[in-house]
């Protein structure tokens, strides 16, 4: 029963700290972020993490409704905004946070999955979209009438598929058992592992694959900073955002009209999407070679 306060005293202690670090201004972020990207300069790179520290737990905090550690998911943006740092380049115009927010959310999103079930919850970003959205989704359409929503109506609010609603809840609502677990009751040594077959890939593939993922998410990073700082907000708005904005709100944030915030998303996806075209991805096996 104690395990809560424990952990409410930590995150509190490390916010404490946190707050410590002063905030940097335009000029002393662009100096840093020179020695960095031009020397590699660790001390230019540890007062930039440690300036924007207070931005990740913030971004944490928008994931608190899945039942992880707060301190877990602020550890894991910590790594993506590390990762920014280290490839963020102060000469394109735009602040760091700008550009960390997309290495700290996909550090965070993958440790919610992966940490989510031991079963994997979704393979495809619309899988992943709706794996974030369902919940908050079934929440606000009860809210409005005071009953459970149905799958056909989660599907129409949500754009997706009844089938794919159905899915995504029964993931959602399983539960995790250990593999080395006796199935018989009598004593018997036998363990839902014995009985498990396995389609593994080889060690090889699997290295292969995760330095295939990890090239493509560096690659994506890459070609998001090349986007306006105009383009690179209506992405984050419209595209990552767990709760996007709409084309008016865009619209009303830069007093432009829907259609061209439209043109705005469309060009940047364009961008995204020409740029990691001619960046080939090496295949697993090339990967594994290599």
């Known amino acids: 029963m104690t395990a809560l306060p424990v952990l409410a005293d930590s995150l509190s202690r490390y916010m404490a700290e946190v707050r410590k670090f002063p905030l940097l201004s335009v000029a002393e972020e662009r100096e840093l972020g020179r020695r960095v990207y031009e020397n590699g300069d660790r001390e230019a790179a540890q007062k930039l993490i440690t300036a924007n520290l207070r931005f990740v737990v913030k971004i944490a905090h928008e ?19 590390m990762k920014a740092v280290s490839k963020f380049n102060p000469h394109r115009g735009f602040r760091l946070i700008s550009y960390a927010v997309w290495w700290i959310r996909a550090y965070i999103q993958t440790h919610v999955i992966k940490s989510w079930s031991l079963v994997k919850i979704g393979t495809t970003q619309a899988q992943r979209k709706l794996f974030y959205k369902l919940r908050k989704t079934r929440r606000e359409l009860a809210q409005q009438d005071g009953n459970d929503p149905t799958a056909a109506e989660l599907a129409l609010a949500l754009g997706v598929e009844e089938s794919d609603v159905n899915e995504m809840s029964v993931r959602m609502a399983g539960r995790d058992f250990f593999l080395d677990t006796q199935v018989d009751a009598d004593g018997g040594k036998t363990t839902h592992l014995d009985l498990l077959a396995s389609n593994a890939q080889s060690q090889e593939e699997d290295l292969g694959a995760e330095q295939e993922r990890v090239q493509l998410q560096e690659l994506a990073g890459e070609a998001i900073a090349k986007l306006t700082e105009k383009e690179r907000f209506v992405l984050e708005k419209r595209v990552m955002s ?5 084309l008016q709100e865009i619209g009303d944030f830069f007093k432009i009209s829907r259609e061209r915030v439209r043109q705005i998303e469309g060009n940047a996806l364009r961008k995204v999407k020409k740029f990691l075209g001619e960046k080939k991805i090496r295949s697993s096996s090339e990967l594994v070679m290599a």
């Open 242 to 246: 767990d709760d996007p904005q709409t």
């Open 63 to 81: 994931y608190r409704h899945y039942g992880l550690s707060q301190i877990d998911l602020i550890q894991e943006g910590n790594i993506g905004l």
